[in-house]
């Protein structure tokens, strides 16, 4: 079964060829940028929801250390203050001799021995220490002059002295808590203690903490990580740090700014911190990033800083980013895997369709053309039922018309006939009256001869009427004949004639089938050759040609001799009923009218060719059977 071709005809190649280019072309670099783009994602929400839920975990300790903090700080606070109950602090204040000196060294030895401080000591207005519980050590306070420092000014003004620093003396950092002392209401001294705070940065340490606690100038007094101790944490001009330095607050240390990388607010008090590698607080090759929270410390100017390090958590996110990308890319493959197999699937399923429509578009291709023949076979049947019928009215037409012409023919001889027959009648009353004459007579050879004569006239008679008869039988025109078999009849008939003769006989014709009855076709035949025979009679080289060929449906035969001819009078009543040329009663004239009446009776011809060369050549045209079933003699 064949398809139609225009059905499976693609589309044209530049719309069908270069969407999936351009598809190919840019797909891959778009997942590639959509991977990246959503690890990043990934990534940034990962870390994003990791440093809140760390700050608020954080937030929790941030809480819990600095509360340590400020309890290890406030634990001093009321120190100072105690001495003030002392009355030989006082006396020491109001009259300074070495014995009260002596007392009050040895009291605050003792108190500064119970209260695990660093140093406690008493100064007078002036800022001279007056007594120490350091009396006896080699770089002891007593007699030196802090009146620059700030705990001293606050506290000598009657405020809360705070202060962190590092000793002038021994350049030992510490924190100060300096106290006014009043008596009746005017400060005659002030009372200083100096605590150490290192063992928080020892307990941090121990802890793994990472922490720092900043002062009002925003230098780091306590760190977990002494790299970072006595850097500043905020920017500071040059002025501050000449005027930071002129206190010796912080000893002759260089104030440095603890520089981060990168740093970011996250939120109030929340900052994202990053130190460089090489920097000479991280100690690996990395950097190192910090969520760094920070929280003032009450009763003090200072924050307590919390620094939680990132690196496990970026790592996590990282991960995370990863996670994501590969995800995407599993994702993205799965859908353009399905998306492909769904094209291959619906290519299949269009060219099934198609081929199924083709199939349909066949069959009702088939089905209508079927149906047309089907009809115009019908139409056909009715045609050939009609054109037989019309043959056969044709044919009966034809036949009346046959037998019509054929009566009128003998019409129109019929004065011939009765002409012809009227001779011998008259010639037969002559006769018969002589021969009863000479038979009354006696001379009866007369009389016989009579009597002959008169047999011959009835056989000529005889002969005429069973031509007109035989002609004017209704029927005999339908059959058909070989033409090979009548010639053979036709020459067998003659035969002992064309023996006398030697003939010179030339086949050239086939053995046809023409559509005339057998016995009329030898009865033309025998007509034809034996005119040739008495044309030729005074040859002394008698030759008969018989030649056929087919002819537009028909055969035509050429019956030629070489035989005396035909003149020019004789040409013009050839085929007239009775016209002959023979002498006596070798001729009736009736051979050439029955034989072309009988050939025009089916549908075929007799004429006559007067040959150059000599002769006669007479012509006989019959309808084939089957102009195809041509043989060769
Ligand atoms: P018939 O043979 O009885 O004379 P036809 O009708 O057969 O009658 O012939 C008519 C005349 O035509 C003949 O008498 C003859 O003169 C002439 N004729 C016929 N055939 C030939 C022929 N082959 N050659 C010369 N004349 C012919």
Same mark, same amino acid.
């Given at each position: 079964?064949?398809?139609?071709?225009?059905?499976?005809?693609?589309?044209?190649?530049?719309?069908?060829?270069?969407?999936?280019?351009?598809?190919?072309?840019?797909?891959?670099?778009?997942?590639?940028?959509?991977?990246?783009?959503?690890?990043?994602?990934?990534?940034?929400?990962?870390?994003?929801?990791?440093?809140?839920?760390?700050?608020?975990?954080?937030?929790?300790?941030?809480?819990?250390?600095?509360?340590?903090?400020?309890?290890?700080?406030?634990? /001093?606070?009321?120190?100072?203050?105690?001495?003030?109950?002392?009355?030989?602090?006082?006396?020491?204040?109001?009259?300074?001799?070495?014995?009260?000196?002596?007392?009050?060294?040895?009291?605050?030895?003792?108190?500064?021995?119970?209260?695990?401080?660093?140093?406690?000591?008493?100064?007078?207005?002036?800022?001279?220490?007056?007594?120490?519980?350091?009396?006896?050590?080699?770089?002891?306070?007593?007699?030196?002059?802090?009146?620059?420092?700030?705990?001293?000014?606050?506290?000598?003004?009657?405020?809360?002295?705070?202060?962190?620093?590092?000793?002038?003396?021994?350049?030992?950092?510490?924190?100060?808590?300096?106290?006014?002392?009043?008596?009746?209401?005017?400060?005659?001294?002030?009372?200083?203690?100096?605590?150490?705070?290192?063992?928080?940065?020892?307990?941090?340490?121990?802890?793994?903490?990472?922490?720092?606690?900043?002062?009002?100038?925003?230098?780091?007094?306590?760190?977990?990580?002494?790299?970072?101790?006595?850097?500043?944490?905020?920017?500071?001009?040059?002025?501050?740090?000449?005027?930071?330095?002129?206190?010796?607050?912080?000893?002759?240390?260089?104030?440095?700014?603890? +520089?981060?990388?990168?740093?970011? =607010?996250?939120?109030?008090?929340?900052?994202?911190?990053?130190?460089?590698?090489?920097?000479?607080?991280?100690?690996?090759? #990395? @950097?190192?990033?910090?969520?760094?929270?920070?929280?003032?410390?009450?009763?003090?100017?200072? @924050?307590?800083?919390?620094?939680?390090?990132?690196?496990?958590?970026?790592?996590?996110?990282?991960?995370?980013?990863?996670?994501?990308?590969?995800?995407?890319?599993?994702?993205?493959?799965?859908? $353009?895997?399905?998306?492909?197999?769904?094209?291959? $699937?619906? =290519?299949?399923?269009?060219?099934?369709?198609?081929?199924?429509?083709?199939?349909? #578009?066949?069959?009702?291709?088939?089905?209508?053309?079927?149906?047309?023949?089907?009809?115009?076979?019908?139409?056909?049947?009715?045609?050939?039922?009609?054109?037989? #019928?019309?043959?056969?009215?044709?044919?009966?037409?034809?036949? !009346?018309?046959?037998?019509?012409?054929?009566?009128?023919?003998?019409?129109?001889?019929?004065?011939?006939?009765?002409?012809?027959?009227?001779?011998?009648?008259?010639?037969?009353?002559?006769?018969?009256?002589?021969?009863?004459?000479?038979?009354?007579?006696?001379?009866?050879?007369?009389?016989?001869? @009579?009597?002959?004569?008169?047999?011959?006239?009835?056989?000529?008679?005889?002969?005429?009427?069973?031509?007109?008869?035989?002609?004017?039988?209704?029927?005999?025109?339908?059959?058909?004949?070989?033409?090979?078999?009548?010639?053979?009849?036709?020459?067998?008939?003659?035969?002992?004639?064309?023996?006398?003769?030697?003939?010179?006989?030339?086949?050239?014709?086939?053995?046809?089938?023409? +559509?005339?009855?057998?016995?009329?076709?030898? +009865?033309?035949?025998?007509?034809?050759?034996?005119?040739?025979?008495?044309?030729?009679?005074? +040859?002394?080289?008698?030759?008969?040609?018989?030649?056929?060929?087919?002819?537009?449906?028909? /055969?035509?035969?050429?019956?030629?001799?070489?035989?005396?001819?035909?003149?020019?009078?004789?040409?013009?009543?050839?085929?007239?009923?009775?016209?002959?040329?023979?002498?006596? !009663?070798?001729?009736?004239?009736?051979?050439?009218?029955?034989?072309?009446?009988?050939?025009?009776?089916?549908?075929?011809?007799?004429?006559?060719?007067?040959?150059?060369?000599?002769? =006669?050549?007479?012509?006989?045209?019959?309808?084939?059977?089957?102009? =195809?079933?041509?043989?060769?003699?």
């Amino acid at each position: 079964m064949k398809c139609d071709p225009t059905l499976y005809r693609a589309a044209p190649p530049s719309l069908a060829v270069k969407p999936r280019l351009v598809r190919h072309l840019f797909l891959p670099p778009l997942v590639i940028a959509l991977m990246i783009g959503l690890g990043y994602i990934g990534f940034w929400v990962s870390e994003h929801y990791g440093i809140r839920s760390l700050s608020e975990n954080g937030q929790r300790q941030l809480e819990l250390h600095a509360r340590a903090v400020e309890s290890e700080i406030s634990k /001093y606070t009321y120190l100072p203050s105690l001495l003030e109950l002392e009355s030989s602090v006082s006396k020491l204040l109001d009259d300074p001799t070495p014995e009260t000196r002596q007392t009050v060294n040895e009291y605050l030895e003792g108190l500064n021995r119970r209260s695990r401080s660093r140093a406690i000591y008493v100064m007078d207005t002036t800022g001279r220490v007056l007594a120490t519980s350091n009396w006896r050590d080699v770089d002891s306070y007593l007699g030196e002059d802090l009146s620059f420092r700030a705990y001293f000014q606050n506290a000598v003004r009657g405020q809360p002295g705070r202060f962190y620093g590092i000793g002038s003396t021994n350049g030992e950092p510490g924190y100060y808590l300096a106290h006014g002392l009043e008596e009746h209401g005017k400060i005659i001294g002030v009372a200083v203690v100096k605590v150490r705070l290192e063992a928080m940065e020892e307990r941090w340490q121990r802890a793994r903490l990472e922490a720092f606690v900043s002062d009002e100038n925003g230098i780091i007094i306590l760190s977990s990580d002494p790299a970072r101790r006595l850097k500043s944490v905020v920017p500071l001009s040059d002025e501050t740090k000449e005027k930071l330095a002129r206190s010796l607050q912080y000893y002759w240390f260089p104030l440095n700014e603890l +520089q981060p990388l990168a740093r970011e =607010t996250l939120a109030e008090g929340v900052e994202k911190l990053t130190f460089p590698a090489n920097s000479e607080l991280a100690a690996d090759e #990395q @950097n190192i990033t910090y969520l760094a929270q920070t929280r003032p410390l009450s009763d003090t100017p200072w @924050n307590f800083t919390l620094l939680t390090p990132l690196a496990d958590l970026r790592r996590e996110a990282i991960n995370q980013g990863i996670l994501v990308a590969v995800a995407f890319a599993l994702v993205a493959f799965l859908l $353009i895997a399905w998306n492909e197999r769904r094209k291959v $699937i619906a =290519t299949r399923l269009a060219a099934r369709e198609a081929l199924q429509e083709a199939n349909n #578009q066949l069959e009702r291709r088939i089905t209508e053309r079927t149906t047309d023949l089907r009809a115009s076979n019908e139409r056909l049947k009715g045609q050939i039922r009609e054109r037989r #019928q019309a043959e056969e009215t044709l044919r009966r037409a034809q036949d !009346e018309l046959v037998q019509a012409g054929k009566l009128a023919a003998i019409g129109q001889m019929s004065t011939s006939i009765a002409h012809e027959l009227n001779q011998p009648l008259a010639a037969l009353r002559t006769l018969s009256g002589n021969t009863v004459r000479f038979l009354e007579r006696g001379q009866l050879d007369v009389a016989s001869t @009579n009597l002959k004569t008169i047999n011959e006239l009835i056989d000529r008679m005889g002969r005429i009427t069973a031509s007109l008869r035989s002609f004017a039988r209704r029927g005999d025109d339908k059959g058909q004949a070989s033409l090979g078999k009548a010639v053979d009849a036709a020459l067998q008939l003659l035969g002992s004639r064309m023996e006398s003769v030697h003939l010179d006989l030339h086949h050239d014709f086939n053995d046809v089938q023409v +559509q005339i009855d057998q016995t009329r076709l030898e +009865q033309i035949l025998v007509n034809l050759i034996g005119n040739a025979l008495d044309a030729m009679h005074a +040859q002394p080289l008698p030759a008969l040609w018989l030649e056929g060929e087919e002819y537009d449906g028909k /055969y035509r035969l050429r019956v030629r001799d070489n035989g005396h001819g035909i003149d020019a009078e004789a040409r013009k009543h050839l085929f007239e009923p009775f016209f002959t040329t023979k002498p006596g !009663e070798q001729g009736l004239g009736l051979g050439l009218t029955l034989s072309a009446s009988l050939a025009a009776a089916t549908g075929g011809h007799l004429g006559v060719e007067h040959p150059a060369s000599g002769g =006669t050549t007479f012509v006989l045209s019959l309808p084939l059977v089957s102009p =195809t079933s041509a043989e060769p003699i």
